[in-house]
């Protein structure tokens, strides 16, 4: 709950809405995943799914609300020597967390530098970050919403359907997965292209805009 006190004003509004709840359910339960702590599963969350979100705002509202103690799972490791320890919140705080993520991260989104890449979705410190141009001609309505709230998580829209992203080789992997999943290859056409460093330095802008800048020192 103490993570939730700096919030205040519209940004606590903002989070207890009744359709950022619902949009949050609405990624935890297509991310998947198991029950938390309280033993509650995603599709028993779902049928009482108004019951759950009235006690989350009303819980949020009046600072009472306490996260359960996350549940911790033993998986093999890849390698076959050991395990790994895997510790999961319950759905109704993933749904909470996811809430507030929604508002607040944008908020931070704002300040990062370009440089900036530790701790953030798409990006990481690990390996140097590639430039890519992501087109999409989607004819549905609401698919094309979501491909475009999909590659805000990576880059940057330039153009209605155009997105210039910095990602590395591990994030280009897991945009091209979420991407798959969501277009239907008899209707749509999403076209990924790499801009190396000597075609960037050959981009012409005609009117508004700027390239996205990949520079040398990366503040992480």
Known sequence: MASLLPLVGTQ???VLDRSNFLAAFGHVAENGGCHGADGVTIGEFRERLVEELDFLEASVRRRVYVPFPLLRIEVPKRSGHGVRVLAIPTVRDRV???AVDRIVRPIFEAEFETSSFAYRQG???LSPAMLILVSYDIPDDRRRT????LLKDFGERV???VFECLVNEAALDRLRQRLVAKVVAEDDSVRIYRLCADCRGKVEILGKGMLTEDPEVYVI
């Open 12 to 14: 606590l509004e903002s």
């Open 96 to 98: 909470l967390q996811t």
């Open 123 to 125: 990006r990481s410190h």
């Open 146 to 149: 979501k491909i475009a709230s």
């Open 159 to 161: 153009q209605y359907s």
